[in-house]
């Protein structure tokens, strides 16, 4: 509070402060970078009379390359995953797929355009989107009407 000198007045306006709090959240799972940490603070606040196994060391460090790579092996197969998703959705445009609706009665239409806005791609079939994984069967109309002499 501050007083004026001269009227005898008491300012009681309080400074503006920012009320907005950023709180840490936690990590919920271990990185390469949280095990780097441990392991130097492990180094650092080692017994000198009884430093770390450097075998306990190297075997640590070849956990984490090992998981790294698991990881890295995940991503690559989810992403293959994804694009063979796509690439099957997109060669089901103007061939006649057969699928289940939401009463289990078999439906079959002609594919007419493909969305990848979701996880899993979903083809448009007389107006109606359905996914990719919800189609049981597909005809090739070309292949169905041509005739052979």
């Known amino acids: 509070m501050a007083l004026d000198g001269i009227t005898g007045t008491v300012s009681t306006s309080v400074p503006a402060t920012s009320t907005t709090s950023t709180a840490r959240t936690p990590k919920q799972s271990?990185?390469?970078?949280m095990f780097l940490q441990l392991l130097v603070s492990q180094l650092q606040n080692q017994d000198p009379s009884s430093p770390m196994d450097t075998n306990a060391m190297i075997s640590q460090t070849t956990q984490l390359?090992?998981?790294e790579q698991v990881t890295n092996n995940t991503t690559t197969g989810n992403e293959n995953f994804s694009l063979q998703m796509r690439i099957s959705a997109a060669n089901l445009v103007g061939k006649q797929v057969t699928y289940?609706?939401?009463?289990?009665?078999?439906?079959?239409?002609?594919a007419a355009s493909v969305s990848f806005a979701g996880s899993v791609p979903?083809?448009?079939?007389?107006?109606?989107d359905v996914p990719l994984d919800s189609i049981?069967?597909?005809?090739?109309?070309s292949a169905a009407t041509s005739t052979t002499p």
Not at 30 to 33: A, G, I, L, N
Not at 100 to 110: E, M, P, Y
Not at 122 to 128: E, Q
């Open 136 to 141: 049981s069967g597909i005809v090739d109309k």
């Open 122 to 128: 979903t083809v448009s079939v007389g107006g109606k």
């Open 65 to 67: 390359a090992m998981m």
């Open 30 to 33: 271990m990185d390469s970078e």
């Open 100 to 110: 289940d609706d939401a009463s289990g009665t078999s439906v079959t239409g002609t």
